[in-house]
């Protein structure tokens, strides 16, 4: 028993130890690219949003869910910028109009994205590609055209940041911003890039996480994004689209919320296998075969038919009188508090005012017990007599 209980206290001890280690233990780095403006992991736009207004001053910054088509259709936008950072964009020819419309307006749209999807890259003849230098633990420098802008020494970072570009642009429709210096490209080194529409403009830079926290927390990579994002003008409104990565609102649900909060969603994993298996062990339990029980036997009717057999037998008439003449007055003494001890003509008053009981019924019932207490024989008219006689009582009395 003592090494039981020494079992179980190591166990617990042992138990509490790694609970503690398992909720103190750092958390590890999510290099997950979700480019939402709430999140601080490195591939995450919390710096930017944060500082956004470090480079426009004066700009109300306006988040948007839905689609461009839903966003721009009859609002007649006026000095606007619309900021697309996203790892995907998949626009419908819808969309791709309202852009146009906004842009012809003179308003600015600016895209950070590695795959522009089917029908932007079809439209401007514009292709993204990366050079992998990654793999080769070597950093693709890059820099600006515009001499205003241009860094006397290229930007380098880490993690592949510099290494995407457009391998196919329309360079008679295109104005290029920036470049990749990489020696041997003579074609496809450019890595930002400008479309004019009407009044306005399009910006589109191929790699978004040139703009996430991984790389603003690095002095060379604020700058960069900071010189890349002023050539958007100065505008009263900037659209932070977030269709494309937090999803659009009429499509948001209460389980992908769940999901995407690792508590929420354990939660929800551990809810739905207890239940599970709550509904697998009931389903057993249900089905197991339940034994035939015999219902309980009424034995009252077979003792009446026992005792009536044995003084049927006996035939002992008097014993059967005297013992109902002795129930007939205990009925009468807790019914209606009358002495049994003489039977006279007072009890018999007493008992027809009381009981209800015809005065002739009441007379012949005394009668009949008088003479079965007086008799030492009593036949079986008697006793047939005495219990019609009782049983008469029984109906008329209240």
């Not at 999140?39 to 919390?46: C, H």
């Not at 309202?98 to 401007?124: P, R, W």
């Not at 403009?201 to 990579?221: E, F, K, R, S, W």
Request: net charge positive; hydrophobic share 40%.
């Amino acid at each position: 028993m003592k090494s039981l209980r020494l079992y179980l206290v190591g166990s617990v001890l042992l138990l509490i130890v790694y609970v503690l280690a398992e909720y103190y233990k750092p958390t590890p780095t999510n290099w997950a690219p979700t480019y939402l403006k709430e999140d601080k992991i490195p591939f995450g736009l919390y710096i930017l949003h944060q500082e956004i207004n470090s480079i426009f001053p004066n700009t109300k910054v306006q988040t948007s869910r839905s689609r461009p088509y839903n966003t721009l259709k009859n609002k007649n936008f006026r000095n606007t910028n619309y900021l697309f950072i996203a790892g995907s964009l998949n626009f419908d020819a819808t969309d791709y109009d309202e852009l146009v419309k906004f842009m012809q307006q003179g308003n600015h749209v600016f895209i950070a994205a590695f795959n522009l999807g089917d029908l932007l890259s079809d439209t401007l003849k514009l292709k993204t590609a990366s050079t992998f230098n990654i793999q080769q633990n070597e950093n693709t420098p890059i820099n600006f055209i515009n001499p205003a802008l241009k860094s006397a020494k290229s930007y380098r970072f880490s993690k592949g940041l510099g290494d995407w570009y457009f391998k196919e642009l329309d360079t008679a429709a295109v104005t290029v911003l920036g470049e990749m210096e990489y020696g041997g490209m003579k074609y496809g080194s450019f890595n930002f890039v400008k479309y004019n529409f009407g009044k306005g403009a399009l910006y589109v830079l191929p790699n978004p996480q040139l703009l996430t926290n991984y790389n603003l927390l690095d002095p060379a990579g604020a700058e960069y994004a900071a010189k890349a994002l002023s050539y958007l003008p100065d505008a009263e409104t900037l659209i932070w689209d977030e269709s494309f990565t937090h999803g659009s609102t009429y499509d948001t649900s209460l389980l992908q919320v769940m999901l995407k909060n690792p508590p929420l969603r354990w939660a929800y994993y551990l809810s739905l296998g207890g239940l599970l298996i709550f509904i697998f062990f009931e389903i057993k339990r249900r089905q197991r075969i339940i034994p035939v029980i015999d219902p309980l036997k009424n034995s009252s009717v077979d003792f009446v038919t026992v005792v009536g057999k044995v003084y049927y037998q006996r035939r002992d008439n008097s014993d059967i009188a005297h013992k109902k003449i002795n129930y007939f007055f205990e009925y009468i003494r807790t019914s209606y508090r009358l002495k049994t001890t003489a039977i006279n003509e007072e009890f018999v008053t007493a008992v027809i005012l009381k009981s209800g009981v015809s005065e002739n019924t009441v007379r012949d019932l005394c009668n009949t017990i008088s003479i079965i207490g007086n008799s030492n024989k009593v036949s079986d008219s008697d006793l047939i007599a005495l219990n019609k006689l009782i049983e008469q009582f029984y109906q008329q009395a209240e």
